[in-house]
């Protein structure tokens, strides 16, 4: 693996590793509390996020160095897992209600990243 993409592979290992970890924590430890805050949906898309967005950086990994937009697009899909899972976690298990504008900004990121991936697609030389 190129060393410029080797951070996105430890990032995405990191990321999926702990979105297992949230899901599970969600569906065992926390049910009752979340159940009892009718937050078990927010708790779960936080999760789905959180890992779809761990296979996106995965798959940007292996890329090559040349491709500086999709280095661009992980560390953007990184800030959405933090901004929108995270003050979706804390939103979901009663935290402050400043997180909730957070989480747009997290939304934000995420499709940010994804116009960088379409954008470098786009750009790229032609087979």
Known sequence: MN?????????AGILGLTG?????FGAHALKATLLELATLPIWQT?????LIHSVALLAVAGRSAAD???AWA???????????????????????KFLGPITPLGGIAFLLGWSLVAWQAFRSPKP
């Open 3 to 11: 060393t410029a993409y080797r951070w996105i592979g430890i990032l």
């Open 20 to 24: 297992v970890a949230l899901g599970a």
């Open 46 to 50: 936080a999760v789905l996020y959180h």
């Open 68 to 70: 500086r937009k999709l």
């Open 74 to 96: 992980a560390g953007c899909w990184a800030v959405g897992i933090l901004f929108f899972s995270g003050s979706l976690y804390g939103l979901a298990l009663g935290g402050p």
